[in-house]
């Protein structure tokens, strides 16, 4: 498992562990697993999708932003996101 935190300007709606994030990249829809390599990707507004043991943790409508892979910990930071 690995950390996800997902922020606003606003507030952080999602500080937890799970195995598998799928979400819109700039090139295209990325999934992302436990030790996957470091990395920084703008985002493209759709959805984000965070799960633990092959169920749906949360699922989110995010606007752009940018993700950040940096060891054992993902970080989506966009201007706006909502619980789908």
Do not use: Y
């Not at 500080?15 to 700039?26: A, K, N, R």
């Not at 043991?53 to 910990?73: T, Y």
């Not at 970080?75 to 909502?82: D, F, G, N, R």
């Amino acid at each position: 498992m690995f950390q996800v935190k997902v922020a606003t300007p606003e507030r952080v709606i999602f500080d937890d562990s799970v195995d598998d994030l799928v979400i819109e990249g700039e090139a295209g829809q990325l999934n992302i697993l436990e030790r996957h390599t470091n990395f920084v990707s703008f985002i493209r507004p759709g959805p984000l999708l965070l799960r633990r043991n092959k169920q749906s943790v949360a699922e989110f409508s995010l606007s752009e932003g940018v993700l950040k892979v940096e060891g054992s910990v993902v970080m989506v930071l966009c201007s706006e996101a909502k619980a789908a």
